[in-house]
């Protein structure tokens, strides 16, 4: 949301990182891919904006739109695959596309205040049922910047918050990447940017899904660790 009206002018993309080339939408971008492997996936964005205009650029890119002296701009996206947890079904299930546009026309029902207000309410649930408390840092330390923390803090310096912080983050990290219904947390949790990440992003058995989880029951996540 800008500031004043009508100072937003940019434009957004949508590409992918395996190749499928991005269309442009009355409302938006998307695009369809398969893999070598025959997984089919998608990635869809929807633009509202309030005042202004939003178009195909000059330049004829179907991967781009132009946004031109808006108020504000909320993006809507979703992305997905067709991976199954399921052997007998051949680890495939239905195409992304029809679900991904199902999810953002339910979405789109909901303005961000609410979309927000939901994300939080459903955080909150899980967030909130352990705490810890090793003391209180300095005003002065927690006015400074959170590299600044880091760096006195690696020197030796006292910042109890940025410790439970630290802990709070841990907690965050699985419970985004592991809820019921959905996939273990893998090496790189649901943040993995690369097509060659390291260790292949995968599951390792010996030691690190245990590491991955050994917060879930003693930090009350038990529900994160069902999958």
């Not at 219904?181 to 245990?210: F, R, V």
């Amino acid at each position: 949301t800008a500031g004043k009206k009508g100072n937003l002018t940019g434009h957004i993309g949508l590409w992918s990182a395996q190749g499928a080339k991005a269309k442009a939408l009355a409302d938006g971008l998307e695009f369809t891919g398969i893999m070598p492997n025959q997984l089919k996936y998608a990635a869809r964005v929807i633009i509202k904006h309030v005042g202004g205009s939003v178009s195909l650029p000059s330049d004829g890119s179907d991967s781009t739109l132009t946004f031109k002296d808006c108020q504000s701009i909320t993006i809507y996206m979703d992305a997905r695959t067709n991976y199954k947890p399921d052997y007998n079904a051949g680890w495939r299930g239905a195409d992304p596309l029809p679900i991904i546009n199902t999810e953002l026309a339910a979405a789109l029902t909901k303005s961000y205040e609410q979309l927000r207000a939901a994300h939080i309410k459903d955080f909150s649930a899980l967030a909130m049922d352990a705490r810890i408390q090793f003391g209180q840092t300095a005003p002065a330390i927690l006015a400074l910047p959170t590299d600044e923390r880091k760096e006195k803090y690696a020197a030796g310096g006292l910042d109890p918050d940025l410790e439970q912080l630290v802990f709070q983050y841990g907690r965050y990290l699985l419970i985004s990447c592991s809820r019921p219904g959905g996939l273990p947390a893998n090496l790189q949790g649901l943040w993995n940017n690369s097509n060659s990440p390291a260790w292949a992003s995968d599951y390792h058995n010996n030691i690190n899904i245990q590491m991955n989880y050994w917060g879930a029951e003693t930090c009350a996540l038990a529900d994160c660790h069902q999958p």
